[in-house]
């Protein structure tokens, strides 16, 4: 016969059991509750971004993960999206020792100081090197070589004017072989400033929490691979996994007055492959670019989108202290280009600011804006369907 006692502890002990179970469950539904109300508001746009833009719920480099201890899952709470605007200026050899030096170093880009510091970061295509050692690339005696080097100290003239980034990606920057290009790079390193355009150069700068990386791109040895596709693919995928922005620069195409027009297929200039740059370029923007810019030709070229990404296939003449370039027609035709994106890589808005090399080769605004007829132009003629849509005043917009 069952002992009472006993028996009314173990009935005693079911229903503590039975209220600790209906408890977890009541938790558990309201945990589930919970998290089903965050994300449904989470994907109906509860939050507002920079100019009241709804921030989708997404993970990735402009995310942030939190664990649900409750739930055991993961989930993401978008990070704020914000703008960075870019600054791009063409081919610059600011002087040479070989040609002439101004007296004054900070004169070659005090008339545009304005407009290459109004961007958050700004990149300029490095023609030459900064040094004062190595050899020429020239023989002696040779009329039809052109070596540029400059003091090492321009670096800091270059900083004090507005410019964050330099692109080495180009013809020029072997001009005094390894220790030329090394002091080059030396010196923009002790300036402040970053270089970029070698063959696995990632120059990342970060502006109010956004990482941008800019990847330089020509067809030499020493730059990044402009005429091998897997070899972009890489070297963007790479700046990708480092940054939330890629911005691509290459040095390309053929050369002089006769080059203002972007041609299908292959260009080439004195026997050397200057690439393909329709299909370099959506290369790039398809292994992740967001921005693509050109240099090189020493005349503006058109501009175009593919797939919502801008890319502008030459900025002209920036700077050529002493004659280096041409010094009237299109060869003097230059401008600033600034654009803004989003952190994920959406086009905002853009602008042409004109430039002109003036009697000295020394940059200087352009008040006539001959650069933004020039580009409406050239954009028509090139790119009939996803040309750039240029305004009277320089604003660049997406086509329609």
């Known amino acids: 016969m069952t002992d009472p006692v006993r028996a009314a502890r173990r009935q005693q002990a079911r229903r503590r059991r039975d209220v600790r179970r209906r408890r977890a469950i009541g938790l558990g539904a309201i945990t589930a509750i919970a998290v089903g109300i965050g994300v449904a508001i989470a994907s109906a746009g509860g939050g507002d971004g920079p100019a009241g833009?709804?921030?989708?719920?997404?993970?990735?480099?402009?995310?942030?993960?939190?664990?649900?201890?409750?739930?055991?899952?993961?989930?993401?709470?978008?990070?704020?999206?914000?703008?960075?605007?870019?600054?791009?200026?063409g081919d610059m050899v600011p002087a040479s020792s070989t040609i002439a030096l101004p007296s004054d170093p900070a004169s070659l880009l005090a008339g545009?100081?304005?407009?290459?510091?109004?961007?958050?970061?700004?990149?300029?295509?490095?023609?030459?090197?900064?040094?004062?050692?190595?050899?020429?690339?020239?023989?002696?005696?040779?009329?039809?070589?052109?070596?540029?080097?400059?003091?090492?100290?321009?670096?800091?003239?270059?900083?004090?004017?507005?410019?964050?980034?330099?692109?080495?990606?180009?013809?020029?920057?072997?001009?005094?072989?390894?220790?030329?290009?090394?002091d080059t790079r030396r010196a923009v390193r002790r300036a402040g400033l970053k270089s970029t355009g070698g063959p696995e150069d990632v120059a990342v700068v970060t502006h109010d929490g956004v990482r941008v990386a800019f990847v330089g791109f020509a067809s030499y040895s020493w730059s990044g691979p402009l005429n091998d596709a897997a070899g972009v693919r890489a070297l963007v995928g790479r700046a990708k996994d480092r940054a939330d922005l890629v911005v691509v620069a290459f040095h390309g195409g053929a050369e002089?007055?006769?080059?203002?027009?972007?041609?299908?297929?292959?260009?080439?200039?004195?026997?050397?492959?200057?690439?393909?740059?329709?299909?370099?370029?959506?290369?790039?923007?398809d292994a992740g670019a967001d921005l693509v810019v050109g240099s090189g030709p020493h005349v503006i070229?058109?501009?175009?989108?593919?797939?919502?990404?801008?890319?502008?296939?030459?900025?002209?003449?920036?700077?050529?202290?002493?004659?280096?370039?041409?010094?009237?027609?299109?060869?003097?035709?230059?401008?600033?280009l600034e654009v803004k994106l989003r952190s994920d890589g959406r086009f905002r808005s853009g602008r042409i600011i004109p430039t002109l090399l003036d009697g000295s080769g020394i940059a200087a605004h352009d008040s006539a804006g001959q650069a933004i007829s020039l580009v409406r132009s050239l954009t028509a003629d090139d790119f009939p369907s996803t040309g750039a849509r240029i305004g009277e005043s320089g604003a660049i917009r997406l086509p329609t």
């Open 112 to 182: 545009v100081k304005d407009s290459l510091s109004a961007p958050d970061i700004t990149i300029v295509n490095l023609e030459g090197t900064l040094t004062e050692g190595g050899t020429s690339k020239c023989g002696a005696g040779s009329s039809n070589c052109f070596a540029f080097r400059a003091p090492p100290s321009y670096a800091a003239t270059f900083r004090r004017a507005g410019i964050d980034v330099v692109n080495q990606a180009n013809n020029h920057a072997y001009d005094y072989g390894s220790s030329g290009y090394a």
């Open 53 to 89: 833009e709804t921030l989708p719920l997404e993970t990735g480099s402009t995310g942030s993960a939190t664990t649900s201890a409750a739930s055991g899952g993961t989930t993401t709470a978008a990070a704020p999206l914000r703008n960075v605007t870019i600054g791009w200026a």
């Open 256 to 285: 002089g007055s006769s080059a203002q027009h972007v041609p299908r297929g292959d260009e080439t200039y004195l026997g050397e492959d200057r690439g393909d740059l329709r299909r370099f370029a959506r290369t790039a923007i």
């Open 301 to 336: 070229r058109g501009m175009e989108f593919y797939k919502g990404h801008l890319i502008a296939y030459s900025a002209g003449n920036f700077v050529g202290y002493g004659g280096v370039f041409g010094l009237a027609g299109p060869t003097a035709v230059s401008y600033i």
